[in-house]
């Protein structure tokens, strides 16, 4: 019997696939042996079979069907599978698999984040909006399953790594680098431009996480997800700035201790850690911390009259039910008009602010979404009513 881990990485052309792709590559003494089982991408077609060639995958697979006779002809000969559409995605997520990484963008990857739950694998989560949306309904599939949600957002994955005693906790303290526009007006910030606003002072990510780190909209997905993950109560979590994003998160517990993960701002150290969970793993070329050479940390409370998304979201978390999906849909699609240069950049949180007041005043406010239809259900009114009133403002 092989004692290879089996890894499926659901999109491995975006920030967090590449950043997966290369502790795979790096191949190190003491590493785990892994084998790729399933690669997914949306429309980097190009991008996807070279990865499933230096990996050799067993399948790959494009979401976008127009992509797929490129897909076909670049693999040919290679012995590996080419497949395309989203069920194709789900069904690649579903295929047998020790650790399926979730790293598409949105309330797209909860479908196949799903189908890896129910096949009981490890889930090394980066999508954060299949939490923030089906959260207890993804928790109750992994307690049928023996699934495992292994965090791989620098902030979770680092109270996850020392998480040690959840019942002593006091509360979980998020960091945050504030985002490029951290120091910057309100009369700045509404002159915004796309360009300005994916430029993270850290970390390099895809448009639409960076768009949500600049408005903290990203933070506040992030605090939502955390209360789902370690079953927390959104008041004992708190979010702290920290430029320089050296500790990345906080765990404060009831003996006056207060346990930090440290290291510089990189993916690939929480995406080992749960690739090798429980162990970890070797990364030698990876840059090392140095406390001396940086000299200080700084840290400040965030400013919620500037970035209002942090109050949406304890809102949204502390109202239950389909709140949080309604403010992540909302948002999406904010976002999406934002980078379409068809809204300024302080309308993304005006706009999912006016949207979730909107459903928390309906009739709708108190139901709990009792299946994964009923998340999507929401979301699709969601993104309705938001480009509704996305016209009407224009």
Same mark, same amino acid.
């Given at each position: 019997?092989s004692?290879r881990?089996?890894?499926?990485?659901?999109?491995?052309?975006?920030?967090v696939?590449?950043?997966?792709?290369s502790?795979?590559?790096?191949?190190?003494?003491?590493?785990?042996?892994?084998e790729?089982?399933?690669?997914?991408?949306?429309?980097?077609?190009?991008a996807?079979?070279? &990865?499933?060639?230096?990996?050799k995958?067993?399948?790959?697979?494009i979401?976008?069907?127009?992509?797929y006779?490129?897909?076909?002809?670049?693999?040919?000969?290679?012995? $590996?599978e080419?497949?395309?559409g989203?069920?194709?995605?789900?069904?690649?997520?579903?295929?047998p698999?020790d650790?399926?990484?979730?790293?598409?963008?949105?309330i797209?990857?909860?479908?196949? !984040?799903l189908e890896?739950?129910?096949?009981?694998?490890?889930?090394?989560?980066?999508?954060?909006?299949?939490?923030v949306c089906?959260g207890?309904?993804?928790?109750?599939?992994a307690?049928r399953?023996?699934?495992?949600?292994?965090?791989?957002?620098?902030?979770h994955? &680092? $109270?996850? @790594?020392?998480?040690?005693?959840?019942?002593?906790?006091?509360?979980l $303290?998020?960091?945050?680098?504030?985002?490029?526009f951290?120091?910057?007006?309100? @009369?700045?910030m509404?002159a915004?431009?796309?360009? @300005?606003?994916?430029?993270?002072?850290n970390f390099?990510?895809?448009?639409?996480?960076?768009?949500?780190?600049?408005?903290m909209?990203?933070?506040?997905?992030?605090?939502?997800?955390?209360?789902?993950?370690?079953?927390?109560p959104?008041e004992?979590?708190?979010?702290? $700035?920290?430029?320089?994003?050296?500790?990345?998160?906080?765990?404060?517990?009831?003996?006056?201790s207060?346990?930090?993960?440290?290291?510089?701002?990189?993916?690939?150290?929480?995406?080992?850690? &749960?690739?090798a969970?429980?162990?970890?793993?070797?990364?030698?070329?990876?840059?090392?911390?140095?406390?001396a050479?940086?000299?200080?940390?700084?840290?400040?409370?965030?400013? !919620?009259?500037?970035?209002?998304a942090?109050?949406?979201?304890?809102?949204?978390?502390?109202a239950g039910?389909?709140?949080?999906?309604?403010?992540?849909?909302?948002?999406?699609v &904010?976002?999406?008009?934002?980078?379409?240069?068809?809204?300024?950049?302080?309308?993304?949180?005006?706009?999912?602010g006016?949207?979730?007041?909107?459903?928390?005043?309906?009739?709708?406010?108190?139901?709990?979404?009792?299946?994964?239809?009923?998340?999507?259900?929401?979301?699709?009114w969601?993104r309705?009513?938001?480009?509704?009133?996305?016209?009407?403002a224009?």
């Amino acid at each position: 019997m092989s004692n290879r881990t089996r890894v499926s990485i659901l999109g491995a052309t975006g920030s967090v696939g590449e950043s997966t792709l290369s502790v795979i590559a790096e191949n190190a003494p003491g590493a785990p042996d892994f084998e790729v089982v399933a690669l997914t991408a949306n429309t980097s077609v190009e991008a996807l079979a070279a &990865a499933a060639i230096s990996t050799k995958a067993e399948i790959a697979i494009i979401a976008d069907e127009k992509h797929y006779a490129q897909l076909k002809s670049l693999l040919a000969g290679t012995g $590996i599978e080419a497949a395309a559409g989203a069920n194709a995605v789900n069904e690649g997520a579903a295929r047998p698999a020790d650790v399926v990484v979730a790293g598409i963008v949105g309330i797209a990857g909860l479908p196949p !984040t799903l189908e890896a739950v129910r096949q009981g694998a490890r889930v090394a989560l980066a999508n954060k909006e299949s939490m923030v949306c089906a959260g207890q309904l993804l928790r109750q599939e992994a307690a049928r399953t023996g699934a495992r949600f292994l965090p791989i957002d620098s902030e979770h994955n &680092a $109270i996850f @790594q020392v998480l040690d005693r959840p019942q002593r906790v006091e509360k979980l $303290i998020l960091t945050s680098s504030g985002g490029p526009f951290r120091s910057a007006s309100q @009369q700045e910030m509404a002159a915004v431009t796309p360009e @300005q606003a994916v430029a993270h002072p850290n970390f390099a990510m895809g448009a639409k996480i960076s768009i949500d780190s600049a408005t903290m909209m990203n933070k506040g997905l992030e605090l939502i997800e955390a209360a789902y993950l370690f079953d927390t109560p959104v008041e004992r979590i708190e979010v702290l $700035i920290h430029p320089q994003q050296i500790i990345h998160s906080l765990v404060a517990y009831d003996d006056g201790s207060v346990l930090a993960q440290l290291g510089l701002p990189d993916m690939r150290t929480p995406i080992s850690y &749960a690739l090798a969970w429980p162990d970890r793993m070797p990364l030698p070329g990876l840059e090392r911390l140095d406390l001396a050479k940086i000299g200080r940390l700084d840290f400040l409370p965030p400013d !919620t009259e500037r970035f209002p998304a942090l109050s949406l979201a304890r809102a949204a978390v502390a109202a239950g039910g389909a709140a949080p999906i309604v403010l992540n849909g909302a948002n999406e699609v &904010a976002v999406a008009a934002f980078l379409q240069r068809r809204i300024g950049f302080l309308t993304i949180a005006q706009v999912a602010g006016e949207v979730l007041d909107e459903f928390l005043n309906s009739a709708s406010a108190n139901a709990v979404p009792a299946t994964f239809d009923d998340v999507y259900e929401t979301d699709r009114w969601t993104r309705r009513r938001t480009i509704e009133k996305l016209r009407l403002a224009a």
